[in-house]
């Protein structure tokens, strides 16, 4: 069975840090692959999508980056994180070519920036 | 570019009381339509979706949504509703692509 992995699930980082936040997902092959990002009252935001290695789709221009490295690893990035980068950060994985699969979440990174 | 709303932020319903949560979507085509429960500091799982076919479907949970072209809504619905239900509920609204967009969420809230 398929499963997905995010991680750290929780992280408290000062202004101007970097970050990583990375996500992998186990069981399938050449996934699409998605960062949002989850604001209180704000529903989810798309920040990026892969459909394939070193392919990235950004919809949210800010100072986050993602990478695909390999097939199944997506890695989220900041290298001088805002405040305004707190929130509650999600990764998904899609198996079915095109809009009818449904999207699978992990658990969830919460990043707190202080 | 497709979207989604959510009118209601929060609910509160009485447990075995039923439940509908409104969600209208903006689409030129044939949207494919998705409900998802989010439970505190987690993730968010499939309740159920819809794409074609029968306009009434049936997900988990007992939970069912009805999709209405004229009115650009795919509601959900449950008729007695129980304690575990209290969460966070997302519509999402796909398209001929690879992105998904997600609604504001609604809360519910089940009270005793």
Known sequence: SQTIHQWPATLVQPVGSPLSLECTVEGTSNPNLYWYRQAAGRGLQLLFYSVGIGQISSEVPQNLSASRPQDRQFILSSKKLLLSDSGFYLCAWRGLAGPTGELFFGEGSRLTVL | ????????????????????????????????????????????????????????????????????????????????????????????????????SFGAGTTVTVRA
């Open chain 2, 1 to 100: 570019a497709q979207s989604v709303t959510q009118p209601d932020i929060h609910i509160t319903v009485s447990e075995g009381a039923s439940l509908e949560l409104r969600c209208n979507y903006s689409y030129g085509a044939t949207p494919y339509l998705f409900w998802y429960v989010q439970s505190p500091g987690q993730g968010l799982q499939l309740l159920l979706k819809y794409f074609s076919g029968d306009t009434l479907v049936q997900g988990i949970k007992g939970f069912e949504a009805e999709f209405k072209r004229s009115q650009s809504s795919f509601n959900l619905r449950k008729p007695s509703v129980h304690w575990s239900d209290a969460a966070e509920y997302f519509c999402a609204v796909g398209a001929d692509d690879y992105k998904l």
